[in-house]
């Protein structure tokens, strides 16, 4: 069903938006947790389907550690782990999928995961935005294992368990300590094709792309640090062969991209009709780690896609492109994981309806 013609539009941009609170509000928050009641234990049968929709505005660090679940972050971390080490690209997959499920309908509700609606309502899922995302079936397993670890309860909600596993796959890849995650997300019950389509694609000019992020609650500065998350991305061919060889019907390459860069990519994508499926590195200077590298590739004109070398090609954007390339890695990551944390936030407000799905992808 991803595969839907109508798909074919544009797509990789691994975007994502934003939701409210700043990190260190968050933090506050955190801090008056004891007063609240702990989360769904109470009804340790399978069915805790009928949680009322309490919301995110009661996240809170520690929501699981009285039920049955209190091992959920380890249990995803160590699946997250074992399950890298022998397919590298789950990490970028799993960045992706919570950015796009979070900045489809601006909340974290795993929405994205849903396969079928009731009337078969196109889902997130047929967005052009979506084709070809993977990780939906290792989201089905991984939610398997935390029932499992917490003897047969369904307790912890996918979107919980994705937000999780995204700040590992992070983890992962930037070698940092973990931040915390606030959990208690409740999973959505609405997955709306029209919510995706207005996710930024590999084409989409600059000015778009920064009023998507403003609309969901980011600043400028915010749409910079995360379009970051592309230094571990990939992109097909069809995405951006066009500066490669035909860069605005001049049969000529971008002239904003480096001659060898253009050079070194014609080795996968040879001209406007081959390949189209094959995938390059969005930053070619380090692949899979999560580090500055894209922003410094940036500022060298090597940015893949034509959003990313247009981060550069804008005033706004472009000083923040330059303050990071020449910052410290510690000032790109400690703000991305922040806005990381403000993303997960995105919906915690705003009551929309939810429970606990039993399977991620279907709805119970
Ligand atoms: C799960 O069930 C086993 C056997 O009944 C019990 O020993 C264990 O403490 C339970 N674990 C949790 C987290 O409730
Ligand atoms: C495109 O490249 C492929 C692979 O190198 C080649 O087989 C094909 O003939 C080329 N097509 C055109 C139109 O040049």
């Given at each position: 069903?991803?595969?839907?013609?109508?798909?074919?539009?544009?797509?990789?941009?691994?975007?994502?938006?934003?939701?409210?609170?700043?990190?260190?509000?968050?933090?506050?928050?955190?801090a008056?947790?004891?007063?609240?009641k702990?989360?769904?234990?109470?009804?340790?049968?399978?069915?805790?389907?009928?949680v009322?929709?309490?919301?995110?505005?009661?996240l809170?660090?520690?929501?699981?550690?009285?039920?049955?679940?209190?091992?959920?972050?380890?249990v995803?971390?160590?699946?997250?782990?074992?399950?890298?080490?022998?397919?590298?690209?789950?990490?970028?997959?799993?960045?992706?999928?919570?950015?796009?499920?979070?900045?489809?309908?601006?909340?974290?509700?795993?929405?994205?995961?849903?396969?079928?609606m009731?009337?078969?309502?196109?889902?997130?899922?047929?967005s052009?935005?979506?084709?070809?995302?993977?990780?939906?079936?290792?989201?089905?397993?991984?939610k398997?294992?935390?029932?499992?670890?917490?003897?047969?309860?369904?307790?912890?909600s996918?979107?919980?368990?994705?937000?999780?596993?995204?700040?590992d796959?992070?983890?992962?890849?930037?070698?940092?300590?973990?931040y915390?995650?606030?959990?208690?997300?409740?999973?959505?019950?609405?997955?709306?094709?029209?919510?995706?389509?207005?996710?930024?694609?590999?084409?989409?000019?600059i000015?778009?792309?920064?009023?998507?992020?403003?609309?969901?609650g980011?600043?400028?500065?915010?749409?910079v640090?995360?379009s970051?998350?592309?230094?571990?991305?990939?992109?097909?061919?069809?995405?951006?062969?066009?500066?490669?060889?035909?860069?605005?019907?001049?049969?000529?390459?971008?002239?904003?991209?480096?001659?060898?860069?253009?050079?070194?990519?014609?080795?996968?994508?040879?001209?406007?009709?081959?390949n189209?499926e094959?995938?390059?590195?969005?930053?070619?200077?380090?692949?899979?780690?999560?580090?500055?590298?894209?922003?410094?590739?940036?500022?060298?004109?090597?940015?893949?896609?034509?959003?990313?070398?247009?981060?550069?090609?804008?005033?706004?954007?472009?000083?923040?492109?330059?303050?990071?390339?020449?910052?410290?890695?510690?000032?790109?990551?400690?703000?991305?994981?922040?806005?990381?944390?403000?993303?997960?936030?995105?919906?915690?407000?705003?009551?929309?309806?939810?429970?606990?799905?039993?399977?991620?992808?279907?709805l119970?």
């Amino acid at each position: 069903m991803r595969r839907d013609k109508h798909l074919r539009l544009l797509v990789t941009y691994i975007i994502f938006l934003l939701a409210a609170n700043s990190f260190s509000s968050l933090l506050g928050e955190a801090a008056s947790e004891k007063n609240t009641k702990k989360g769904g234990d109470q009804n340790g049968d399978q069915n805790v389907a009928a949680v009322p929709p309490a919301q995110a505005s009661k996240l809170r660090y520690n929501h699981y550690r009285t039920t049955r679940c209190s091992k959920v972050e380890s249990v995803v971390t160590t699946e997250v782990t074992k399950r890298s080490k022998r397919d590298p690209t789950l990490i970028a997959a799993l960045l992706r999928l919570f950015f796009h499920d979070c900045f489809a309908n601006k909340q974290c509700d795993a929405s994205l995961l849903i396969k079928k609606m009731p009337k078969n309502e196109k889902t997130e899922l047929h967005s052009g935005s979506n084709v070809g995302i993977k990780g939906l079936a290792f989201m089905d397993y991984l939610k398997t294992k935390v029932v499992e670890s917490c003897n047969g309860s369904n307790i912890v909600s996918c979107a919980d368990i994705l937000a999780l596993a995204a700040r590992d796959a992070y983890v992962l890849a930037s070698k940092r300590p973990a931040y915390p995650v606030l959990l208690g997300r409740l999973d959505g019950m609405v997955s709306l094709v029209k919510d995706a389509d207005s996710l930024p694609g590999a084409r989409t000019p600059i000015n778009t792309i920064v009023s998507v992020f403003k609309d969901a609650g980011f600043t400028t500065e915010e749409a910079v640090i995360l379009s970051g998350a592309h230094t571990i991305g990939e992109a097909k061919c069809k995405f951006f062969n066009d500066r490669l060889h035909n860069f605005l019907n001049t049969k000529k390459p971008d002239r904003t991209m480096d001659p060898a860069l253009v050079e070194q990519l014609k080795k996968i994508c040879p001209n406007m009709t081959a390949n189209l499926e094959s995938p390059a590195f969005l930053d070619q200077g380090t692949r899979r780690v999560f580090d500055k590298s894209y922003f410094v590739q940036v500022t060298r004109q090597r940015g893949v896609l034509q959003s990313d070398q247009n981060l550069f090609a804008n005033a706004a954007t472009k000083q923040f492109v330059t303050g990071l390339a020449s910052g410290t890695e510690e000032n790109f990551l400690s703000k991305f994981e922040k806005a990381m944390a403000k993303l997960g936030n995105l919906g915690a407000t705003t009551n929309y309806k939810g429970n606990i799905r039993r399977v991620c992808s279907v709805l119970n």
